[in-house]
């Protein structure tokens, strides 16, 4: 039996990467899960490797995809045990050189239309609780969240409001038995670090920051979501997991 078994979750950032791997890791162990990703994106084809797998077409900044993305997981799989809100953006610029816009661009994918698709789940996962005993809520932050580097400043700023966000909703829903956690994924090869990892300077470089001395892979970070996913984590809530094959050990 599945770790995920009669478990129905929403996965957003669910075309490619990190996203992309989870939504396939959780179907495979049992859960039914809608798949987020925009519409331009490859999140049919990730839908396409499981038949527990749905796709939706959505941008999660949109004024109503909340209440789409939750309104599509509820009327076709009739409720709701895990939000894992994993997309997110990236950028990089120095603070004197970057715009309004920037600015807003990737506090507004990593941190608001997060906020607003976890308010938009609540009373699903209440409910779910209600009937199952449990209901889980995974985000994704990253270990910006307490480091940083040149020209981060607001992908910083948005993880580690990823993380202020996720420790209140386990304080305020915990007595509901939901939990919330982050996961904080390190180097990661995926789709939006890609560029620059098959540069074989700049990929040897960050290996060897590893204590493991690789790249992590989107499986990696799909795995400890599915930890904090699943039943074995019924005592673990306002944390982060930090996933980053020893990365921050000497930094």
Known sequence: MGRLTGKIAIVTGAGSGI?????????????????VDRPESAVAETASASAAIAALGCDITGKDAPKTIVSEALSRFGGLDILFNNAGVSGRAFVEEMTDEEWDRVNGVNVRAMFRLCREAIPALKERAREK?????VNTASVMAFDTD???AAYCASKAGVGGLTRTLALELGKFNITANYVCPGAIYTGMTRTNFDNP?????WEKKAALRRLGQP????????LLASDEADFITGHELVVDGGLTLRT
């Open 19 to 35: 996203g992309a791997a989870s939504a396939r890791l959780f179907a495979e162990e049992g859960a039914s899960v809608l798949a």
């Open 133 to 137: 005993g449990r209901a889980r809520i």
């Open 150 to 152: 040149y020209g981060l």
């Open 201 to 205: 300077e700049i990929r040897a470089v």
């Open 219 to 226: 499986i990696d970070i799909a795995r400890g979501a599915l």
